[in-house]
């Protein structure tokens, strides 16, 4: 008895329909747990340059 072969990815007409659909359009909204990382970053820093600064 033989078998046919199974594709893991699915069947071409599967993947042709993947292939023509449009991709999902990104929001344009802000992060704002990148914004928040990113101020204490700066914050971090700065906090930084003036400790070594005063032991100056």
């Given at each position: 008895?033989?078998?046919?072969?199974?594709?893991?990815?699915?069947?071409?007409?599967?993947?042709?329909n993947?292939?023509?659909?449009?991709?999902?359009?990104?929001?344009?909204?802000?992060n704002?747990?990148?914004?928040?990382?990113?101020?204490?970053?700066?914050?971090?820093?700065?906090v930084?340059?003036?400790?070594?600064?005063m032991?100056?």
């Open positions: 008895m033989s078998e046919k072969p199974q594709d893991p990815a699915g069947t071409t007409h599967q993947f042709q993947f292939a023509a659909q449009r991709p999902a359009e990104k929001s344009k909204q802000v704002t747990g990148l914004i928040v990382g990113a101020v204490l970053v700066v914050a971090l820093v700065v930084v340059a003036i400790a070594v600064a032991m100056m």
